[in-house]
């Protein structure tokens, strides 16, 4: 299986092929990006991992020295999706050289095949700066974490029709901007269906719509890994479960000398 390109991606849309939507699911381990990638279009090494690997309260500390390592070893872990790296906060939003120094960094030092950044119109210069200069670009509207201090929280955006309004012109924004994507969070269902049919790349939804060209999760939150999961998550797995129970029995095994047993023994030949 070759592996696929951005412009593959994008050009789904454009072909009317979104018919058949895009799956992403985010990955920051080899191992995890093995288990994902023959199922996902996409890859996303999200800044989610401050809260998900690290227990930051949220994805504000997170810096480019963890999203290299971590955008490293999903792209060493597959070998068919595209991988996406978040550009963390504070590493891209001073000015658009900033962000190449940035984005730069991370397509050197982790293989990955473009960069995510948060915000709509104010990243737009940011946007077509490096798009220009050879680095594919995922725009991320509505519901954008880093932006939490500003938020006051992670609820539901676009309940106004002012807050509606900005989303999509954010999107149309970043997409004429050059963004090959946009991810749409957390927003009232005719907004991610308004932000899908206002641009011409694909808009990939995460609390959006089912309408929208593509759906993302935070693949411990499907997989029932990561205890306080938002409502738009859909709980594919309890993984979370069984990695208890295992451990609980592997701990009554020691603890009774069940453990290791004859087979797990090197015995004298
Ligand atoms: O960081 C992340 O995991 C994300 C997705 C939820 C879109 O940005
Ligand atoms: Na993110």
Redesign the pocket.
């Known amino acids: 299986m070759k592996r696929l390109t951005v412009p593959a991606i994008r050009q789904r849309k454009v072909d009317g092929q979104t018919a058949q939507p895009i799956v992403m699911l ?1 990955a920051y381990t080899a191992r995890q990006a093995q288990l994902l990638d023959a199922h996902c279009d996409l890859l ?1 090494v ?3 991992l401050g809260q998900v690997i690290y227990g930051l309260p949220s ?1 504000v500390p997170v810096t480019l020295d963890m999203m290299a390592a971590h955008g490293a070893a999903v792209v060493r872990g597959s070998y068919h999706a595209v991988v996406i790296v ?1 550009m963390p906060f504070g590493a891209y939003e001073a000015s658009p050289v900033q962000a190449f120094e940035a984005a730069a960094r991370l397509l050197k030092e982790t293989g990955c095949a473009g960069v ?1 950044l948060e915000g709509g119109a104010a990243m737009a210069e940011t946007v077509a700066f490096l798009t220009a200069r050879g680095i594919p670009v995922m725009g ?1 509207v509505g519901l954008t ?1 880093q932006a939490v201090n500003q938020l006051g929280g992670y609820n539901a955006r676009g309940r106004s029709q002012a807050e509606a309004d900005k989303i999509v012109a954010d999107a149309r924004a970043l997409a004429d901007a050059g963004a090959f994507a946009i ?1 749409v ?1 957390g927003v009232v269902e005719p907004i991610a269906v308004a932000v899908t049919e206002a641009v011409a790349c694909p808009v990939i939804g ?1 609390g959006g719509s089912a309408r929208c060209d593509g759906q ?1 999760l ?1 693949s411990e939150d499907m997989l029932g890994l990561f205890e306080r999961v938002p409502r738009f998550v859909k709980r594919y797995a309890e993984l979370g479960e069984a990695i208890e129970e295992a451990v609980a029995t592997y701990a009554q095994d020691v603890r009774a000398r069940r453990f290791p047993g004859i087979e797990q023994t090197y015995q004298p030949k």
């Open positions: 985010t996303l999200g800044d989610s994805s978040d995510k991320h974490p991810v969070e995460i993302v935070v």
